[in-house]
Each structure stands twice: as C-alpha cells, then as structure tokens.
C-alpha cells in the first residue's frame, strides 16, 4: 500500500489527522477519542446518538472501546512518517500529487514511492540507496558511472572504469560493501573506546559527586561544631560579664555607702564646729568684761574635734588609694576568666593525659628526667644504643599517640634559648640532618625559637616568621585529630593564639620536643 494511501485510512473523519487515542463504536468505525466525546455531547437530548460516518443510530449512548490495535499502527506510523517528511525526497514518477519516496535508483537518477519501486526493474545494475536528492554524488564526476569501488591507497570511493583505465588502475581497490564494513569496524572500536572512556568519565563524575556529598556532610557538621563552640563561648562570656559587671556594680555600691557615711560624719562635724564659732563670735562682741569671763564652757569651746587625724587619714586613703573598688582585683578576675574559657578549662574539659617521653627515641645527647618530664641537652653522650627509633639529634617523642579526639599539652621553654615543639607522624626520618628536625619535613608540625630570639612556626621545611615573643616561657600546643588541626598558644594573660595549622592527618601522632642547649618540661596534657 503507497504511503499516502496508509496515511488516509488512519485518518480520523471528524478532525482529518491522523487518530489519536483512537477507539471504536459497534457499527466498527473508529475515531479520535475527544473527537467522538465532542460530537456525542452534541448529541445530547436529540432522542438519540448516531455515528458520523454512516448514521447508524443508538438508543443510548455508546460505550467508547479502545482500539489497541489501530493505536499501535498508529503509533509505528509516525515515526515512519516523519523520517520520510524530514528527508524531503519526494517520487519523482508521481506527477498528479507529491508522494514520498522510500528509495532511489542511481542508474535511473530517479527516486521512487512504493507503488512506482514495485514495477521498478530490479537487474543488478539498477542499484537502490535510501532516498536522497544528491544522486551525482554517487556517480563518479569524470566517468559518470557508478561509485562501486573504493581504492585502498588513495581513501578514494571509485567507479569500475576508474579502477581498469584511470588513474587508480592497478591500485589495490575494494567493493564498497568491504570498505564500508572495515571501517565500520574501526569505528565500533573508536565506539567501543569512547563508551569505555565514558564510563570512566561517568565514574569520575559520580565519585567527585560523592566527594562533594561528602565534603557538605562534613561541613554540615563542621559548622553545627562551630556554631555549638560560639554559642557555648558566647554564653561564657556573658556569663563572665554579668559576674565582673556585678562585682564593679558591688564594689561601686560598697564604695558609695561607705562615701556617704563619711560625709554625714562630716556634715554632723561641721554643724557642730559652726555652732561652736557663732558662740564664740557673740562672746567675742560682748562689752562687758565680767560676762565673758564667767562663760562656763569657754574650755570646751576651745578645744578642737576628736577623731580629726583618723578622718583626714580615711579622707586621704579613699582619694589617693583607690577607696574600696579594687581595680586590680576586677582585672584579675577578667582576665582569668577570658583565659580559662580560652583554655578550654572548664566543666567541657576531661580526662587528664599525662604526657611522658619515650627514651628509646631520645637522642644520645639529650638526658631525660626520672619522671620523663624533662629533656635536657649539654651535649654529653648518653651511650644509649643506636635503633631505628631513637633520633640522631637532640630530639624526642611522646610514649603515647593521639590518632582520635581533641587533645592539649604544655611545655615550659623558659630554661632554653633554642628549642623546637610540636607533633609528628612515627614515620618521620631519624637519620640525622635538618630534616630530623621537627617542622623541616612533610611529616611534623612545629614552634621555634632560634638564639636570636626569633619566633616561627614550621612544616615541610616552611617557615612562618611570627611577631613578638613568647612572652610567658610557657606554650600550649592543641590537638584536634578528626578536624586536623595544630594549634599554638603563648600562654600569657590573656592566652594568646599564635598560629594553627589545618590538615587530614594519614597516621597517629606523637607530642614531640627539641632542645639545643638547656632544658624544657612538659607542664601537662588534657584531653578536651
């Protein structure tokens, strides 16, 4: 059946296009589903409903069935339909009307719809392709004859006489069909490797996705932390406020009543004493002689105020001493609390980890105290044997690793002019050389202090110049193993914060400690 003569029996009669949703009365014939709603609600109240195409009539109105199998020729119509109208290649032997074609003829140079392909000669030499508009694309521009060939040697497609008597004679040459399917063959192998490289692709996609995934859980906790640790720390701070405001309020009170029990005292003074001198001033402006000698009370009169140097003395004290408000006390009491809510001290806090040196990794000309608190270097060879372990530098490490869970040390550096702290990996090289050294490697983290007085904080040999001193002789190095990070503090009043390093830690870590020349001790550990 031609195609446009398929197209019409799928044809609704009510709309004219092609049937959607078709479905079927009892007298068979079939129409769109809406299209035959619309014309039974037309019907409504007439006494009756008929079909429109041949007015066969129902009493009541019909039951509407799908016709599945209408509905799926349908819908393999379509896609046929619009492949052949995309081509745009029309029948070239239908004149009365234009009618796809679903092939061409290279030896006619005709294109041909279904009917007009049925009594087409088929003979070999009448070869058919899918229908185009480019036919002489397919003939060979100097001979005009047909493209059969194709020569190897010059990727060249080829007509026969090309291949005996042109230019190609003598080339190895091949039928399309061959050279089509070798290529073809290469390119499901260029496929075949693309579709693998895409899969990697995808497979990168989807672990940098997860990463990302990953990396926002993570942040999401990280920030409910943070958020916790302000909101723990702003309500220390109020709470610090409120105390020290309440105290200033407190010694400021204390202060005014005993300000006002002085001035009452005063006030009562100085009445008394105007008293006394407008009594004084009338015997003074007496005439007779006798009267003022007989005044009884003319001794007491003269006689100045008991307690007049003990009020002058509280007067001086309270103006020039500072009275009763302790200043010095309000800011000892402020700074303490800053510290210790900088310190971590607080009911937050638990756990005491006592940190002790590990002598099997102590250098040989560095000495350790009975108690393992101490690291003492005055270069004087210990005879300790030499093992994978021990540092061939004044150097050495904690017994104990920390691969989970915030941590804190402290270490006094005030009996050396040259000292190293810090961390590191078991891992790191002991072989002697500056990269023994804490801090000069990718595997330690440290705080310096050169002879020079100069302060830096170091890693993989990177160093960090720090302002100022370590004003205290005593610093606190803090562990947070999950979030990797090292932090250092001087721990002057206020705590001061000198530098954090931030990192994902790969192995356990150990408190490590260096000194050239003096000594240092480790003050204590907690765990927070």
């Not at 496929?191 to 942040?219: C, D, F, I, N, P």
């Not at 015997?283 to 006798?290: A, G, I, K, Q, R």
């Not at 330690?444 to 004003?471: A, C, D, M, T």
Request: charged residues 30%.
């Amino acid at each position: 059946m031609a195609f446009a003569d398929l197209r019409k029996e799928l044809e609704c009669s009510v709309c004219l296009n092609i049937y959607t949703d078709p479905v079927m009365l009892k007298c068979g014939h079939n129409f769109c589903w809406d299209c035959i709603g619309c014309v039974l609600d037309t019907q409504e109240g007439s006494g009756g409903y008929s079909c429109p195409e041949c007015s066969d009539v129902f009493q009541e109105r019909p039951a509407l069935q799908r016709n599945i199998k209408l509905h799926n020729i349908v819908e393999n119509f379509l896609p046929a339909q619009l492949n052949t109208e995309e081509s745009g290649v029309l029948c070239t032997q239908c004149y009365h009307a234009p009618v796809p074609a679903v092939k061409s003829c290279l030896l006619c140079e005709a294109s041909l719809c279904d009917n007009h392909l049925r009594v087409h000669r088929k003979s070999p030499e009448h070869v058919l392709c899918d229908p185009t508009t480019s036919l002489e694309n397919r003939k060979c521009s100097f001979h005009k004859k047909i493209l059969k060939y194709y020569c190897t040697e010059d990727s060249a497609c080829i007509c026969v006489s090309c291949s005996l008597a042109g230019e190609h004679r003598g080339h190895q040459v091949e039928t399309l069909d061959e050279a089509s399917e070798k290529k073809k063959k290469k390119l499901r192998n260029v496929l075949q490797k693309l579709m693998t490289e895409r899969e990697e692709t995808e497979k990168r996609v989807q672990s940098l996705e997860e990463h990302r995934r990953k990396v926002q859980g993570e942040a999401a906790g990280e920030t409910e932390r943070v958020i916790a640790l302000f909101r723990d720390l702003r309500r220390r701070l109020e709470d610090l406020e409120k105390r020290v405001l309440s105290d200033i309020s407190g010694k400021t009170e204390r202060t005014s009543l005993y300000v006002s029990d002085m001035i009452r005292d005063l006030e009562i003074k100085k009445d008394k004493l105007s008293r006394k001198m407008r009594h004084i001033e009338e015997l003074c402006n007496m005439t007779d002689p006798l009267t003022v000698l007989q005044e009884s009370d003319t001794g007491d009169l003269c006689d100045t105020e008991d307690g007049d140097d003990e009020d002058r003395e509280r007067h001086d004290r309270l103006l020039h001493d500072g009275g009763d408000l302790d200043v010095a006390g309000i800011s000892h009491t402020l700074h303490t609390g800053i510290s210790d809510i900088m310190s971590g001290q607080t009911s937050g806090v638990s756990g005491v980890t006592d940190i002790l040196l590990d002598v099997n990794t102590a250098g040989n000309c560095l000495q350790i105290s009975q108690d393992r608190k101490t690291a003492s270097c005055f270069f004087q060879e210990q005879n300790r044997p030499e093992t994978p372990q021990r540092f061939r530098v004044p150097q050495v490490l904690s017994s104990r690793s920390f691969s989970s869970g915030r941590h804190y040390w402290e270490v006094d550096v005030g009996g050396s002019e040259y000292w190293i702290v810090g961390m590191c990996y078991p891992s790191m090289w002991r072989w002697g050389g500056d990269k023994s050294d804490i801090g000069y490697n990718k595997k330690s983290w440290s705080l310096e202090r050169r002879f020079n007085n100069q302060y830096s904080v170091i890693h993989n040999r990177k160093r960090i110049p720090l302002p100022g001193n370590v004003s205290s002789n005593r610093v606190r190095i803090d562990l947070d193993y999950e979030a990797g990070w090292i932090s250092f503090y001087d721990l002057c009043v206020p705590i001061r914060h000198l530098h954090t390093f931030t990192t994902t830690f790969t192995e356990p870590l150990h408190a490590a400690v260096c000194v050239y020349g003096g000594c240092i001790k480790i003050s204590g550990g907690n765990q927070m």
